[in-house]
DNA sequence: CGCTGCCTTGAGGATGTTCAATGTCTGTGG
DNA sequence: CCACAGACATTGAACATCCTCAAGGCAGCG
């Protein structure tokens, strides 16, 4: 049952019963982590692929002068480092954003899967390829995109794949991240990301607020961040 | 022969005659288009990918208020939409930069190769991850470096990627893009880069001409763009 | 010629940053 | 129970970076 959520975030194409055993059957084991602990380093060899079950992760990489760019949240059900198999090592970092409890893949299990069903390995190859049309969004977000808006999109992001999972409420969603984390994926500075909540909270857009986020009227939200949900690949 | 560049450009792991043999027959026909035009339309149903043979392409996405961000470059070699095989169609636009030719592959060829061999599969996805990973580190480029830097960091990448494919010259490239191309992949205004380009001629570091890059002193420019091969993944 | 597309430069302005100070909350140790 | 430290949020003021608007230049081309 742990892979119910990442099914839930790739619909297509539908598996049998037997690929989805065969998928939970490749899971070595299950670890948890503290909040803000590093998963995996850059350019370190991997032998294995972690699935996030519960808890939120985030992908970053620093630059030599010290600033840190957040490359994607992680929510349950995605394959956070899936890219590992066919990669070999990873070029950036992983970090856990809370405590989180992740299910481990070995490099091996998931080569078997693949030798035995070119279904699941569409569905795996896919779901990297959902993380990528979300970096390239988040590039659209930070090359074009006005700060607000931008923080706007990323709140109408995370509502729609959270809503996916289960993992939304009547009126919005938790977010355990700091605002200093949110400067960091959207390319701005804390103190402005600050100023950005304050105007959607004015706007009665959006607030930020103990580690939730509250979205009034999504429609409304949405065309103000330029939101096309279409690079989520929810067919 | 066809398929020569792309083989360069992802040398791990290799692959046997019979599986570049294979590849290869995987090619429907090749086409030419000319310089400007739109190969590939967002969310369009399709059914074959492209490889670039000759010529320059862009992958690019347009916000509603009009403003162009160019997602990829890509140069001979490239595998520019494989990505549309388990996604079944992009979010965004391909256009040729220049006059291009490509080789078309049918995805029900592709799901052949798959089903063939995982080493192909193998091959294949790794080639469009290498693709996330340099939109990873344009979004670093992007959110987390100057202008200059920006610029500088994007000849760095260009240079070493031609250089695998024998696109390059003794002292730098051929880059047949304008300014406001440059611009919309970087995410600056077309004036704001070309004061950039100056800058970087002013200092030595790098001059853009006549649709063509000099690099004086390629070390020198690497330091001053923070720039770290690693997510080229040439291994 | 007289377009048109692209590059270049200047001046002024908007957007986002930096630096610094203050407030709030929470957990910790005396 | 209180004092204190640390992490995070908030605000102001000055500043840097980058953008917008506008004009002019140059080359290629019908």
Known sequence: MSIDAFLQTHRVPRLSSEERS?????????????????????????????LLLKGFIHRYKMTTDGKRQILAFHIPGDFVDLHSYPLKHLEHSVAASTAVEV????????????????????????????????NREWMVSIGARGAAARVAHLFCE??????RIGGSDRDGFDLPMTQADLADALGLTPVHTNRMLRELREQGLAEFRDHHV???DFGRLREFADFDPGYLFFD
Chains 1, 2 share one sequence.
């Open 214 to 216: 509250t979205i009034g």
């Open 158 to 163: 995370l509502q729609l794949r959270l809503d």
């Open 22 to 50: 065969a998928l939970e059957g490749a899971i070595a084991r299950t670890v948890r982590y503290d909040a803000r602990a590093v998963i995996v380093r850059e350019n370190v060899p991997l032998r294995q692929c972690t």
């Open 103 to 134: 299910a481990v893949f070995p490099h091996a299990a998931v080569r078997e899967l693949t030798a035995q069903s070119t279904r699941i390995t569409e569905v795996l190859w896919r779901s990297t390829l959902v993380d990528a049309a979300i």
